[in-house]
Each structure stands twice: as C-alpha cells, then as structure tokens.
C-alpha cells in the first residue's frame, strides 16, 4: 500500500514530522515499512505561463511550434515546442531557464530547429505527476500567471510504502493507515467514511442475493446523464499515480480512488448494458465470462458472481465482464459496493489465477459497513466531477449477521505481555482500536471464545465484553485482543525477561541423532540446505517412477502456493536436485548437498480429508483417533546429491570426479552416527540407474538407497551427467537394534598383512565377496579393504579380479605367519564356496 502524506493529512492531524518519522511510528504499531519516496522536491523554477501566439515552423518531418509565453516578467518568453494539444490563450506550466525537473533534468536556453527556446514548455510526465502523457499539461484558464506551479499542484509530496499482512486488511487504504498514525500520534482522526447519504426514497436499479453464503450485503446506485468525455482532475490522477495505479476514465479513476480512500471496492457497470435484475450468485456448469482483460474464463461452481437477465456480468470482486464495461458513450452509470465472502473470493482469485486490487481487499476483510457510504461517495465525485445527476433510491440487498462478541478478562493482555496494563488502559486502547466495551460482567454469554475467555479469568480480573468494529473481522478472540492493547501501548516498552529453563534431560536421542548427522556430513564436504515441502506431478515423472509407485500416493494440499506444486513430498530427491540445477546454473559446477527433514507417505486407506473439530471441547477418543488415521506416516530421511569434482584439481594434480561410491559412502557416514553397519547390495530402483544402484540395508531392514542417476532424470532436471544420490530413513535407523556402544580394545601387538587376489565373475557384486572373507577369516581380522578392481585379458573375458588387503592382530600376542597364513586360507576357501572366487594365479 502506498500513502501519499498529502492525502494522510486530510484525515489525521499529524504533528510537524517528516515522513520517515511517520514511518518509523508506523512500524512500531506493526505495519512493516518497505520504502519512502520523495516526489517533487528537487522542482524548481517552474511557472504558469499564457501562450500568447504560435508559428508552426516549416520543413520538418514533425510538428515544431515556436511560441511567445507570457509568464510575468517584463517581456514574453520564446519557446520551442513539438506538442500540438493547445493554443494561444491557454496557460501551461513553463521550466524557465535554471529550472530542474524531476531527475535533475536541468533547463537552459539554447538554439534548437533555428530558432530560440527560452525554457520548456511541460507535460505532466515532465512534471513526475504521471508516467507517460500524450501530450502538454494545459491549466485551467482562471490559473495566475506566474504563479509556483509546485506549490499551486501541490507537486511536493512524500509516499510511504507499506507491506499489508493478510491479518490487517483495513490497512489497504487511507482510511485505515489514517486510524493508525492518529492512534501512533495521538491525534484526532476525521473518518473520510463519515458521509451522510440521504435517506433512501426507495430501490435504484434491481438486485438480490441468491446465496447468503457468497454476499451478505449488496448495494447499489445510480447516475444519469454522466458526460463521459469528462476528464480525471489532475489532483486525483496525480494520487491514482503515486498510490500505484495508473488513471484510465473518470468513471474508473473515480472507483478506484474511493477504494484506496475508503478500503472499499467499488465496480461501475454501464446501465445501457444491463438487462434485468442483477443477482449475486454461484456459477452453474459451463459458464463461462469474457473478463475486462480479454480473457475468457471458464467458471467454477463455487464461483462468485454477479449476473443479469443476459448471464454473467462479472466475477464478484476480482473483474468485471467486457459486455457492461464503461465506454466512451457510456452516460448512465450503476455504482455497485457490497461486501463478499473473504474465503469465497480468495479462492476465486487464486483458482483462476487472477489477482486485481480489489480481490487483494476482499481475501482480507472488507469493512461490512461500508458500501452504503463507498458508493455514495462515489455518487457524489461522478457527479461532481462528471456533470450527472444521482438518482433517488438505493438498491441494498442484506443478509442479517450478528456482530461479534468477545469477552475478555481485564488483566489478560497483561499476564500475555507479561507486564500490567490496567483496566482503564485496557479498555481506551481497545475503544482507540474501535472496539466498543459494552460493558463488565462476570457472566459470559456462552460462545467458544466467550469460554475460552471464562478460562482465561483469575481472582481479581473483571470480564470486558467487547463488540470489535465492522472494519477489523481478524478480532474474534480474547487473544486478538490482547495483540491489539500490547502493539499500542508499545512493543519497545515491554520488559526483558529471561524464561525459566525447564527441567529436563535436554536434547532427545533423535535430536542428538540429526545433528551429528549434520555434522558428519559437513565434514565429508557437503552443504546442508532446506526446501520447501512441496512437489507436482512432474516431479514424479522426472524421477521416472512407475505408476504403481508407491512414492506417486501423496497429500494434496488445500491451499498450495504454487499450483506447480500442490503436493506434501514423498522424497527429498526433487528440492535437493532443483537446488543442484539452480547453483550449477550460477557457476558452480562442484556441488555436495545433503537435507535432512520429514517426508509424507500418506496410507492407501486413508480419509482423503481429516474431520475438522471445534475448540469448545475436548474431542473424544474416537475423534482423535480418525484425525490420525487421515494424517499421513512423516518419516525423517537424509538425502544427499553430488556432482562434479569431489576431490577438487589444483597443483597437485587432477581432481576425482562424484561417483556412485561416494554416494553410498555418505550412506555409510549417517550410518556410522547411528551404530550401524550397513549391508550394500546391488538393486533396481528409480530414480537411480539400473545399474550404478545400490540397496542400503541394516540388517534385513531395507532403509535407502544410493548410486548414480537415470540418465533420463539427470536429462529431465537438467542436471550435470553422471550426477548421483543418496536417500536415508533416519527413522529406521533409530529403530535399528544397535546394543550398548563398545569401546574398541587396543592391543599392543603387531599387526600381520596378507593381500590377496580374487577372480570372480562379472555380475557378482563386491559385497558378498567381502563378506564371505570376513566371516571366514574369523576373529584375528582386524579389518578388510578392496585395493584394487581389475577386468581384463589377463583374467578372461566375463571375469574381474578383485585384490583386498587383510589385516589381522591378536590381543593377546604376536600373531605367526601360519596362523595369518591358515585365516587367509580360510577366508579365500568360504568366498570360492559362496561366490565362486579362485585366487589369481592358481
């Protein structure tokens, strides 16, 4: 929301302060600051002058104009112009020569198509008042010659740039940014809402409610005899420009100045173009409308829309349809003000994808009081403004609501604050907010929050009922309330105390878990980040999972922030390969990443939606136990991706390029965290290629995989080739039976080498072989490692020879070259039984 301080001023009598200083009150009461622009301060020496004669020069491809402007010196000034929309006797801004322009644009005369131009004739764009204008700013002809053109437009002005949270939608206009800086400032407000329509004298142009649950108020009215020729004054054109919105007609300059006054949006249809009573309704099947944009729609039933006798006519606040938009000829005019559902209309605007100014005001709350006063507000500038005559009667359609009522112990805000605020604080900043303070009872009236605030209450503390005003639908509960006493009295002035630390034995063996997981892990060389929880179909497919695949089951959710991805993940695979493809593509090509959080596999039985409860009570056990059977499992994974080099080139040579083994090593490094030894074996899963994949189990408990990706995914994501990963469930290795931790023994003797040399078969994988020769190698082997993979002539074609070196060590003495001799012996004797292994050479 941009507020222009000229227009704030109107309504609130602000010290003596500079915008910055307004802002900085601003902020204190909660609306977040985004910037301060200055308009107008660096004008100088610009005039009002009276064009007194003009000679079109001749021979050039465009119109040139040499004029004679009088601007109140002793003799006229001669000024070239190419513009051609006025004559001699109308009056025009000049920039006399030492002038500045928005931009540090100075003027000085100079000789230009022959002739001398002593200064520039000005354009409002010229002037910073619009973006663009065909063409120069003619003023009205009673304008004073001579005259500071700054201070006569009120060129001058300072907008402060808010961001609006949703839960503070009255702040979208100058009204409510007026309330707050009066209550920051402790000033008077003047309600710009406070019109006195004339009592109605009956209906204006037809119109009803079909569904209560879609519009609870709708009103309008009419103008006859409206010239729509008639142009926006300046000062609103100006305003629309600096509010961020760009002036189109008086008719449309008109609603949407009143909406950036009031809050309220308004709609103007063009009477000629109705037909029949106007309804507020839902759409039907098929409907379709041709928006003010071009675009035509195809509706959905829970749409809101106001239609005719001739179909659709717009979508209720969000776009008007084409057909009833106002014209050129447009000279009787419906002004149409009401007030929709919030949740209605937000998810119209994001279904079809479709945010205006006013649904951004509507998904927010709009003031339920206000389009009878909106649109006789606006009534009266197209009236004004536009030469038409208001007709008597006003069309106004309403569902009876009951206001809200809370109660509210008067220490409450207090004890939330942890401060005192007493009762009379209470009760002035919750009537500064608007708030109506009834009365004081100890009897609450039996609504949810009324029982919540019964709860609330302690000895001492009598209870407030307070009716929040019609401009703030987020105060429904004792806790709103408390916000709005603390914000205003001031969240700087709230005391600093340091929380008790709760007993308790610290951090949870899960939570110790992941943070050495975390650490280990950034100290192989990765880097942690965090993703959103969100995935789309796509996804799916560029993982190339199956149909059947159980990771495609997922929770959809209500309410996505991107209709790309309106799924809770399954894997951590695509945040962490979006991630890889996004700092690859800004230059980094040697990327480790690794994620650890929660996935969501919902069950194939499960509610597709979960029950939603009251707060009234507690819920009963069997309540209880259908939420958790709609809830989906949320396993905690660790995932890793890599790409490039891992060991990094430089002096000392070339670096080693990210292969499969080290993503299957970053598995063994979280498994390590948690006590267990994982098995590997070869497997064919998605996304990972068939044959670069590995199994990770603990025990018979299959819990990850890791390897090298399908060419067709790293194709899919656009990620570097031979691009691998690794995907963990901590969750299984936490339950993995692990026993108490040993300490290793230490012994003092030496240790006995043997290396020995396998040829075994293509197809068997490396790690039955080892386990083959660490089961027969018994106790004295102190560890195994694979040196050395060799395929070639020398051991036949369909062969590889792998060589492992052995170490073995007693704890009790020095170990004889028969006994490691005999273990060797018995090591290779178990793999040729299980694998087929024949030593080299023999």
Not at 70 to 99: H, K, Q
Not at 502 to 508: K, S
Request: charged residues 25%; glycine residues 10%.
């Amino acid at each position: 929301m941009k507020v222009s301080l000229s227009w704030l001023r109107e309504y609130v009598d602000l010290p003596a302060v500079t915008a910055h200083e307004i802002a900085e009150k601003l902020t204190a009461a909660g609306l977040k600051l985004e910037s301060v622009i200055s308009y107008g301060h660096d004008i100088k020496n610009v005039v009002v002058g009276e064009v007194l004669s003009i000679e079109t020069l001749e021979g050039f491809k465009k119109p040139i104009r040499h004029c004679q402007v009088e601007v109140g010196e002793a003799a006229p000034r001669e000024i070239v112009c190419g513009a051609t929309n006025f004559e001699a006797g109308d009056r025009v801004p000049v920039a006399l020569p030492g002038a500045v322009l928005p931009g540090g644009f100075e003027i000085a005369s100079r000789k230009t198509y022959g002739r001398l131009s002593d200064g520039m004739i000005c354009s409002e764009a010229e002037l910073g008042v619009a973006e663009s204008s065909p063409g120069i700013l003619v003023l009205p002809g009673e304008t004073p010659i001579g005259a500071d053109v700054v201070e006569l437009l009120g060129l001058r002005d300072d907008v402060i740039e808010l961001e609006i949270t949703p839960d503070i939608g009255y702040a979208l206009s100058i009204r409510g940014v007026a309330r707050e800086a009066a209550a920051a400032f402790d000033s008077a407000f003047i309600d710009p809402a406070d019109v006195s329509p004339p009592v109605a004298s009956g209906p204006a142009y037809p119109a009803s409610i079909a569904d209560p649950s879609a519009c609870d108020r709708f009103v309008l009215r009419e103008i006859h005899g409206f010239d729509p020729s008639a142009s926006s004054p300046l000062w609103m054109r100006a305003r629309l420009t600096r509010a961020g919105m760009r002036p189109v007609s008086l008719a449309v300059d008109v609603t949407n100045y009143v909406m950036l006054e009031l809050g309220q949006p308004l709609h103007a249809f063009d009477a000629a173009r109705l037909t029949g009573e106007i309804v507020v309704r839902r759409a039907e099947p098929g409907e379709t409308l041709e928006t003010l944009d071009h675009v035509v729609r195809k509706l959905h039933p829970d749409d809101i829309l106001i239609t005719d006798g001739s179909g659709v006519i717009s979508m209720a606040g969000t776009m008007g349809g084409l057909h009833t938009e106002i014209s050129d000829a447009s000279t009787d005019i419906v002004i149409e003000a009401a007030h929709f559902s919030a949740s209605g209309i937000a998810r119209m605007s994001r279904r079809h994808n479709l945010v205006s100014e006013a649904s951004k005001r509507f998904e927010r709350g709009v003031d339920r009081e206000l389009p009878l006063y909106a649109s006789w507000r606006a009534a009266q500038l197209l009236a004004e403004l536009g030469g038409g005559t208001i007709q008597p009667g006003v069309t106004h359609a309403e569902v009876q609501v009951e206001p809200v009522r809370v109660a509210i112990p008067s220490g409450y805000p207090g004890r939330v604050a942890g401060t005192v605020y007493d009762r009379e604080t209470v009760i002035r900043r919750l009537e500064q907010v608007g708030c109506a303070v009834e009365s004081s009872a100890t009897e609450t009236g039996g609504s949810a929050a009324d029982g919540i605030a019964a709860k609330l209450a302690v000895t001492g503390d009598d209870m407030l009922v307070v009716v929040p005003p019609s401009w703030r639908p987020d105060l429904t509960d004792p806790n709103d309330l408390a916000e709005e006493v603390i914000r205003l009295e001031g969240y700087e002035n709230l005391p600093s105390i340091l929380p008790a630390a709760p007993a308790g034995a610290g951090l949870t063996e899960s939570q110790r878990l992941r943070r050495r997981v975390g650490r280990s892990l950034a100290a192989a060389g990765y880097v942690e980040i965090l993703s959103y929880p969100f995935s789309g179909e796509r996804d799916f497919d560029n993982l190339q999972l199956p149909a059947d695949d159980a990771r495609r089951l997922a929770v959809r959710l209500a309410n996505p922030l991107s209709e790309d991805e309106p799924l809770m993940r399954t894997t951590l695979l695509p945040g962490l390969l979006k991630t890889l493809v996004r700092n690859v593509g800004r230059g980094f090509g040697d990327v480790a990443l690794f994620e650890t959080g929660l996935v969501y596999r919902p069950s194939p039985d499960a509610p597709a939606v979960a029950p939603v409860l009251g707060v009234d009570r507690m819920p009963s056990p069997e309540e209880l136990a259908s939420i958790e059977s709609a809830l989906p499992a949320q396993p905690l994974r660790v995932g890793v991706v890599l790409a490039g080099e891992f060991g990094p080139s430089g002096w000392w040579g070339k670096g080693r390029g990210a292969d499969w083994a080290d993503a299957v090593e970053a598995a063994r490094v979280v498994a390590a965290e948690a006590g267990v030894t994982l098995d590997v074996r070869a497997d064919r899963h998605e996304p990972w290629h068939p044959g670069r994949c590995a199994a990770l189990y603990a025990g018979d408990v299959l819990v990850g995989h890791a390897g090298e990706l399908h060419p067709r995914v790293v194709e899919a994501y656009g990620l570097p080739p031979r691009t691998c990963a690794m995907e963990l469930e901590l969750t299984r290795l936490e339950q993995a039976p692990v026993g108490r931790p040993q300490a290793p023994a230490i012994s003092g003797y030496p240790v006995a080498s043997q290396d020995v040399a396998l040829i075994v078969d293509a197809a068997i994988p490396v790690a039955p072989v080892e386990a083959a020769l660490r089961e027969g190698a018994g106790e004295l082997l102190e560890s195994i490692r694979l040196f050395d993979v060799y395929a070639g002539a020398q051991v036949g074609e369909g062969r590889k020879s792998l060589a492992y070196s052995l170490r073995f060590r007693a704890a009790d003495r020095t170990l004889t070259v028969e006994e490691t001799t005999a273990a060797r012996d018995a090591a290779v004797a178990l793999a040729a039984e299980r694998t087929g292994a024949r030593l080299r050479g023999v």
